[in-house]
């Protein structure tokens, strides 16, 4: 394709010299190939500018950059705001994408959300596909792509892709990181869900509010202008999330106890599952969802919302909620100690989610609830005290370790997770952690261990030293309940 017919169906300013052929696009010098259009963009880390001359040299034919930059040997697009007009260019290239795409953001339950929306679409029949923290997720495979929102080239190139191979269906999860850096741009979305917002990442965002603007660019800018916003609106935030969709002239859909879309009339724990009984369109149904824990609730039905704007007939819509499958590390049992106790392993890693999880768990102990976690490092700070807090309010033993300490000293991590949670026991080796809480559990406690989901490694050191040392949780609580956990670092 002609980079003059890109820049026109794009709505970006025409380049003097629109005649070159564009072969793909990319915003890593190191993955140029010629005929690339280069994105350049300052970054948190470094200034992509200074990678131009390589990019060119590369065979980037044009380069996507503020005004200010040096471009010399390729054409120079100059934008005010490069990351939208790479986006909105790339976007033009990326065809055919599918035809039903809707996006959700929040600080918890975007994978969970994302993923229960694909399984309800593939159990009507439909070709679908979701994207986040889980990867690329199909009916067939799941493939990673190292970060919940991909960059945008991959994000188009992995839509183009899923669209020729027939996916009509796809939610995808839009990370307040991808939403800010316009990692997602330029196809149509139809609807857009809201989970909930609660402290997290604040060392990337200014403060709450900042945060919550990053997250409402999804209702604000991303949404199709005739589009809906289904949110979960017993959030504290969820109301005014519902004011931003509604300025932009989204239709409207709540979820919730207080929701007109899907009302939750009653929510009752069994001991495999919940039964619930909703009212959409004036209409009651009893659904028995096989999963445990008010929050897997929640997500289950912005789910539901999310095809049910799409189109989808609501009877076959609860009726596939009832046969929703645990989503891959949230609050996934993962094996039962010697002593009958069961170990969960849940993506907990912000306070709301740990008291979410502690939560959903609550009403199955009889004897003690056991937490094992820790916090991320090179990440928000603020939020590791107040993860002490949650998990000692909730917990009858809490056991502080280490999760993916980064470049950061593990030992200070740990202290200030501490600080919230004084009482706690501290075991810095994940491995020893786990054991320990599993030998210690008797029959009718539960075992959770937090923070890592679906990871597989333990990430230590930054940089050039960086290494992502091999850890599962699910396994190593297999093999800690077999009685293999007790070895330091296997
Ligand atoms: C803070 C953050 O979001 N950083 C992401 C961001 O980096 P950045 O734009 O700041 O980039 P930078 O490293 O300063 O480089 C600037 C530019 O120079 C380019 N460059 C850089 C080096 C080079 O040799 N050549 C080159 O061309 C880079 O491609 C980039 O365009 O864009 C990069 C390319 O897409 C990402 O790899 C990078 O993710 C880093 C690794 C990361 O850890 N991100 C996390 C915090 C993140 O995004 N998390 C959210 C999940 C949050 C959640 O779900 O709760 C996510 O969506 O995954
Ligand atoms: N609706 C919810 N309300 C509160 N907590 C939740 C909710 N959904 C999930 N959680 C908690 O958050 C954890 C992560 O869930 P999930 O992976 O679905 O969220 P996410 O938003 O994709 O997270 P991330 O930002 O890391 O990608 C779960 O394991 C659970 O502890
Ligand atoms: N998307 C989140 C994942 C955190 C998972 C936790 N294990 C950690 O490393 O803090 C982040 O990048 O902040
Ligand atoms: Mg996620």
Redesign the pocket.
Known sequence: MLLADLAKLAGVESPQDGSARITGFAIDNRKVAPGNVFGAFPGTRVNGEDYIPAAVAGGAVAVIARPSARVEGALHIPADEPRRAFALLAAQFYRPVPENVVAVT????????AEMTRQIWRMLGLRSASI??LGVTTADESISTGL?TPDIATFLATMTGLAREGVSHVAY?A?SHGLSQYRNEGIEVAAGAF??LSR?HLDYHRDMDDYFAAKMRLFSEVVSEDGSAVI?IDDKWGKLAKAVAMARGLKPFTVGEEGDGIRLIARKPTPLGQDLKIVHGGRAYAIRLPLIGA??V??ALVAAGLTLVTGSDPARVFDAVARLQP?R???ERAAIAASGAPVYV?????P???S??IAALRPHVSGRLITVFGAGGDRDKGKRAPMGEAAAAGSDLVIVTDDNPRGENAAAIRAEVLAGAPNAQEIGDRRLAIAAAIGDARSGDIVLV?GK?HEQGQIVGSGDTMQVLPFDDVTVARECAAGLGSEAGR
């Open positions: 929040g600080t918890n339950g975007k994978t969970s959300t986040g923290t919940t999860e990370s989970t909930n997290d979960w929050y897997q929640a997500n989503v590390g949230r609050l849940d993506y907990a890693h912000t709301d989610a740990l979410a999880a937090a989901g």
